[in-house]
């Protein structure tokens, strides 16, 4: 611990250094460093070689979920849980350490809780999603060692539009679930400084049709539909010196839960809680409602605060101030009654100041406070009511130095959770503890076009609520959950050494890391009984390594090639596998633009069947993917341009189970078509 103090230390030393060196008459010399990203916070610092953004355009042509957005990009799987629910996978890890914001904030709904409920991010509004891996990760959250993916939309107004109006609306149609799908978002100009910004989704899709080797007990996978009502309207006043402005937004999700079974119901564990009791009264015994349907009922309420002010004082190009308040329910169905029903209440505020260069170094500093209080109340009542508070201090520097453009992070979170002791924790004592991080990155482009990228890490993550204090039922995941109070603060080592290559024909980026876990946090199988598991909470060292990468090569003015790959391996040091890691993958894209209106692209990969396995869990299976796109972009009118587009997924009607899923028993849908249109204006 006190290792680890110094060096956060001598993070913040160097910091104040750079003040001190700012006060220097050569600074006024020296040339600002270009700030690019996220446009309605703080200007953020330039994406370290490895991270990546996912544009608008892709969105909007198939991502139903943040997973499903992701899915496809090197070291990243997307873990399905039902046509509804999917979350990202990187590098082998998930959960808490790949953490999901929105515009930098908390998302506050449970998604964290478990990965079957929903992230009520939606990337069909969204600008663009960031996948961070670098140190800038540290502004937004510690411990994503996979990577923080931050969601970027425009929902609170931060520029006037151009032209008076600017926007999109789309729809498409998928013949995998007859999932029909509306969206738009549109920003208008009131005047010279008022903007209204509106925009909403609608989303209809039925229980999604299997591979055909899989149709023996019927066409479509039971309990994997999927219904979406979101909507948002927000107003901002927008001057010279900054803008401010609200938002509020309000979403309503039904989907199905396919892994919940009736029959686990009545199983009960055993007098020392390390096994389930299999006598003839408990497991399996109870089928009294086994043909009532499963699904979540999800409501929420969302309300958004944002402003920045250009210049406020000396030293400082921006001061941003963002806050949201959240309310959220979701309710576990069985038929028409609910079983199980999540309340969460919480906010989010962050303060950040931009500073000007200082002896070329140019950032942010910034504060956040983050509350959540959520109570579990049913016949699956996981744990006892939390009240969940993170107070946190970070801070990122970046400067040019040559050739070598380097970055410096640090972030402090403290965390305090207060559970109120009852029947499901009559013992559970409060939680309270501090997690110190720091980063650094370093790319060096040796020549021309050529880089070599640095990324190191010390990250700590406080255990979260469910981890320390869970013990009951949780059907949706086909698990019993058991926390352990006595947990402590995950800690991580990080290295990343990339390559990269990048020119008008050819571009590549291969990357290599290792991951170095104590009181590395899982969820350790006891015991199982057919797919219902007894899962706890448990500490170990662990390590994570492996490579990923792309390639691409333009061999005409038509046509571009490429290959991807990746490979993680997830060790116990004490204990075995890490659980749930995905296999490794190679594939290759090929793309064609034709002229300025027409495009295709044709993806095939192959995974390879997982046999580092963790206990109680079987091979995960290898498949092939092959995924066909045609577009067409044309304009109506110098300010009305349209594309249409059609794709062909999993052409090959492969049978896919992931392993990466706690429901990798689940069957994934089969071949299915998507055709859409979009309007942009």
């Known amino acids: 611990m006190q290792f680890q103090k110094k060096w956060f230390a001598l993070s913040l030393l160097a910091c104040a250094v750079q003040s001190v060196l700012a006060q220097t008459p ?7 460093i270009e700030l690019k990203g996220q446009k309605d916070l703080a200007v953020q610092p330039d994406h370290v070689a490895g991270d990546f953004t996912v544009k608008q355009k892709d969105l909007i042509e198939g991502a139903t979920t943040i997973g499903n957005a992701l899915e496809g990009k090197a070291g990243i799987y997307a873990a399905q849980y039902t046509g509804g629910v999917s979350r990202p996978v990187i590098r082998g890890l998930d959960g808490a350490r790949v953490k999901i914001t929105q515009n930098g904030g908390d998302a506050l709904d449970v998604s964290s809780v478990s990965p079957d409920h929903a992230v009520t991010v939606d990337p069909n509004s969204a600008e663009e999603i960031q996948v961070l891996k670098g140190p800038e990760s540290l502004l937004y959250g510690a411990g994503s060692v996979g990577g923080l993916v931050n969601v970027v ?4 107004p931060t520029h006037m539009p151009d032209n008076g109006y600017s926007g999109r609306v789309g729809a498409r149609y998928n013949t995998g679930s007859d999932d029909m799908l509306y969206s738009g978002q549109t920003v208008i100009g009131l005047g010279d400084h008022v903007a209204l910004s509106a925009g909403g989704l609608h989303r209809d899709a039925n229980n999604y049709i299997l591979p055909k080797d899989l149709q023996t007990n019927g066409r479509r996978q039971p309990e994997t539909f999927a219904r979406s009502q979101d909507a948002n309207v927000g107003l901002s006043w927008i001057g010279d010196k900054g803008f401010v402005g609200v938002a509020y937004s309000e979403r309503h999700d039904r989907y199905g839960i396919p892994g919940d079974n009736a029959a686990y119901g009545s199983c009960i564990l055993n007098n020392t809680a390390t096994g389930f009791d299999k006598g003839s009264a408990s497991c399996g015994s109870d089928t009294s409602d086994d043909d009532a349907i499963s699904w979540i009922n999800l409501k929420q309420k969302r ?20 806050a949201n308040y959240t309310k959220y329910q979701h309710q576990e169905m069985d038929g028409d009654e609910p079983d ?23 950032g942010q500093f910034g504060l956040q406070y983050t509350q959540q209080k959520l109570s579990i109340g049913g016949d699956e009542s996981l744990m006892d009511p ?74 700590e993550r406080l255990p979260m609520a469910q981890e320390l204090y869970s013990n009951g039922k949780h059907m949706a995941t086909n698990t019993y959950e058991l926390g352990s109070d ?61 490579v990923d990468g792309d390639i691409s090569y333009q061999v005409s003015p038509v046509y571009t090639v490429g290959l991807f790959g990746d490979y993680v391996r997830g060790k116990l040091v004490d204990a075995g596998n890490v659980p749930r890691v995905p296999g490794g993958r190679i594939g290759a894209k090929i793309s064609a633009n034709f002229d300025d209106n027409y495009t295709a692209n044709a993806e095939y990969y192959h995974v390879f069947t997982q046999d580092d396995i963790a206990s ?21 009118t110098n300010k009305l341009d349209y594309r249409v587009y059609t794709k062909v997924n999993n052409v090959l009607d492969s049978k896919i189970y992931q392993h990466e899923s706690f429901l990798s028993q689940v069957p994934q849908v089969g071949r299915n078509f998507t055709v859409g249109v979009d309007f942009k204006f």
């Open 26 to 32: 050569a600074v006024d010399n020296l040339p600002a």
């Open 153 to 156: 939309d425009n929902k609170v």
């Open 303 to 322: 309300y958004d605060l944002k402003s920045e002010l250009n210049d406020p004082f000396a030293g400082f190009s921006k001061l941003a101030l963002q």
């Open 340 to 362: 199980t029903t999540f309340n969460s209440h919480g906010t989010d505020t962050r303060l950040v100041l931009t500073n000007t260069p200082w002896a070329g170094w140019t």
């Open 386 to 459: 939390t009240n969940t508070q993170r107070y946190s201090v970070f801070g990122l520097q970046e400067k040019q130095m040559g050739q070598v453009h380097v970055q410096v992070s640090s972030r402090v979170d403290h965390q305090k959770i207060d559970i109120q002791q009852g029947e499901t924790n009559p013992d559970a004592k409060n939680f309270s503890g501090t997690a110190y991080s720091v980063a650094g990155s370093a790319d060096w482009e040796f020549v021309p076009n050529y880089k070599l990228s640095l990324t190191a890490s010390h990250q």
């Open 486 to 546: 006595d947990l402590g603060t995950e800690k991580s080592n990080n290295v990343e050494l990339g390559f990269h290559f990048d020119n008008d024909r050819l571009k590549y980026n291969v990357s290599a890391f290792h991951n170095w876990f104590n009181n590395f946090i899982y969820a350790d199988t006891l015991d199982q009984f057919q797919d219902f598991r007894l899962i706890q909470y448990r500490q170990s060292k662990a390590r994570f390594y492996g």
């Open 616 to 636: 109680y869990e079987t091979n995960g299976q290898s498949y092939n993917m092959l995924n066909l796109g045609f577009a067409y972009n044309n304009r109506f």
